[in-house]
C-alpha cells in the first residue's frame, strides 16, 4: 500500500512538472509568434519568406495632412528608398493621424507595430530629456547655426538619445521657427500673453517659457487645436508659418507675431525592434534615404515659408509682425539660469558655442 501511495505521489508530481513545462513552451511560442505578427504588420511584406525578403513594404505614420512639406519630404525619401534599394525596400506612409496621434504613434514605435514614424523633439522630451534643448527659447541664432548644430556631433548624440527606449532617430526635418498666433490681438511683447490659454505642445520646457512670458500653458495634440481654438477654449498657439497655414488655424486666428521664439525640429524615428531586424546593407539604405529626404525637405520648407507668409495676408487677412525679439528672449532668461551646472547647461554651452 505504501509503495503504491508512493508511485502515485511520483506521478502526480510528473504530471505538474510536464504541464509546467508545456505552459512555458506554449507561452515561448505565443511571445515569439505575437512579435512575428507586430513586425508582419508594421513591415507590411510582400510575399512569404523571412525578414530578408525581397521587398519590405515598411509603414510610416505621421500627424501631418499631405500639404505640407514634411509630408512631401518623406514622399521624397520612401522614392529614394525604393531607387536606391532597387525595388527590395519601400515604404508605405499614413499621414493625417491615420494610425493615431503622435503618442500614439511613438507607443506604436516601442512595441514594433509600425516601422517609422515623424514626431516634434519636443513630444520626446518625456522619453530623453535631451531633447528638450531644442524647446529652449532662442538658443540658435538663427537657421545657418540651428543646422550646423543638427547636422554635427551633437545633433547625432541626441538622435541616439531615445536607443534604451526601443526608439532610433534617422534625420531631421526643418519645421522652422515657432511664432504666436492669436484670435484676438497681435503679441508684440511678453505682456500681451497675459491671462491668455495659449495651446502647446506636451513639453515642460515649452510649458515653462509660456508661464514666464505671463501666459498659461495648455498642453493639447495638434489635432485637438482647430476647435479649440474655434470655440474659445483656448485663445492662442504658436507655430510655423506652413503648419499655421495647412491646418487652417489661420480662418479663426488673425493675428500672427513672428517672434520665432523656438526652432524645433521634426525627427523621423524608426522602431528599435524594426531596426534590429534589418541587414546592415538595408540600415545603409535607410539612412541614406532619410539623410536624403532631410536636404530635400530643407529647400521646400525656405521655400514654402516665403509663400505661406505671403498667402496668410493675402489670401486669409492676417496681419504680421515683427517684434522685438529682446524682450521676449529676457523673459525667459530664467530657464537658462537654473540650467548652470547641469549636464543640459554643458549641452547648451555646446551649442551656443557653435553659434560664436
Same mark, same amino acid.
Given at each position: ?31 515569439? %509568434? ?39 519630404? @518623406?514622399?521624397? !525619401? ?45 513630444? !520626446? ?5 535631451? !531633447? ?68 502647446? @505642445?506636451? %513639453? ?15 498642453? !493639447? ?21 506652413? %503648419? ?93 539660469? &537654473? ?6 547647461? &554643458? ?10
Amino acid at each position: 500500500m505504501k509503495e503504491k501511495n508512493t508511485f502515485a505521489v511520483v506521478v502526480g508530481i510528473l504530471s505538474i512538472v510536464a504541464s509546467v513545462i508545456v505552459s512555458a513552451i506554449v507561452a515561448s511560442r505565443t511571445a515569439r %509568434s505575437t512579435s512575428e505578427r507586430f513586425l508582419k504588420e508594421c513591415l507590411g511584406r510582400e510575399g512569404g519568406g523571412g525578414i530578408h525578403q525581397k521587398t519590405l513594404d515598411l509603414k510610416l505614420a505621421h500627424s501631418l495632412p499631405t500639404t505640407h512639406p514634411v509630408h512631401k519630404g @518623406m514622399v521624397y !525619401m520612401a522614392k529614394e528608398l525604393e531607387k536606391i534599394s532597387g525595388g527590395e525596400m519601400k515604404i508605405t506612409i499614413f499621414p493625417n493621424e491615420q494610425l493615431g496621434k503622435e503618442t500614439v504613434i511613438i507607443s506604436k514605435l516601442q512595441r514594433g507595430e509600425i516601422a517609422l514614424g515623424k514626431t516634434s523633439a519636443a513630444a !520626446m522630451e518625456g522619453f530623453a530629456p535631451i !531633447m528638450g534643448v531644442f524647446s529652449l527659447p532662442y538658443i540658435f541664432k538663427d537657421s545657418k547655426h540651428y543646422w550646423k548644430v543638427l547636422d554635427g556631433k551633437i545633433g547625432g548624440e541626441i538622435l541616439d538619445a531615445t536607443l534604451d527606449k526601443g526608439l532610433k532617430g534617422l534625420c531631421y526635418y526643418d519645421a522652422g521657427a515657432r511664432s504666436f498666433y492669436c484670435r484676438s490681438r497681435m503679441i508684440e511683447s511678453p505682456a500681451d500673453l497675459a491671462g491668455l490659454q495659449v495651446r502647446v @505642445m506636451k %513639453s515642460p520646457t515649452a510649458c515653462e517659457m509660456v508661464k514666464l512670458m505671463g501666459g498659461i500653458p495648455t498642453p !493639447m495634440s495638434f489635432g485637438e487645436l482647430y476647435s479649440a481654438l474655434q470655440s474659445g477654449r483656448v485663445d492662442a498657439a504658436e507655430n510655423n508659418p506652413p %503648419s499655421f497655414l495647412s491646418s487652417k488655424h489661420c480662418e479663426v486666428c488673425k493675428f500672427y507675431s513672428l517672434d520665432e521664439h523656438a526652432r524645433i525640429p521634426d525627427i523621423l524615428m524608426v522602431s528599435k525592434k524594426v531596426w534590429d531586424s534589418l541587414t546592415g546593407q538595408q540600415r545603409e539604405w535607410l539612412l541614406k534615404a532619410a539623410k536624403a529626404s532631410s536636404l530635400f525637405q530643407r529647400e521646400l520648407w525656405a521655400k514654402a515659408t516665403k509663400e505661406d507668409l505671403e498667402a496668410l495676408v493675402k489670401n486669409y487677412g492676417v496681419k504680421i509682425a515683427r517684434p522685438d525679439k529682446k524682450t521676449f528672449a529676457k523673459a525667459c532668461q530664467p530657464m537658462y539660469d &537654473k540650467l548652470e551646472g547641469t549636464e543640459m547647461g &554643458k549641452i547648451v554651452a555646446r551649442i551656443k558655442a557653435l553659434g560664436e
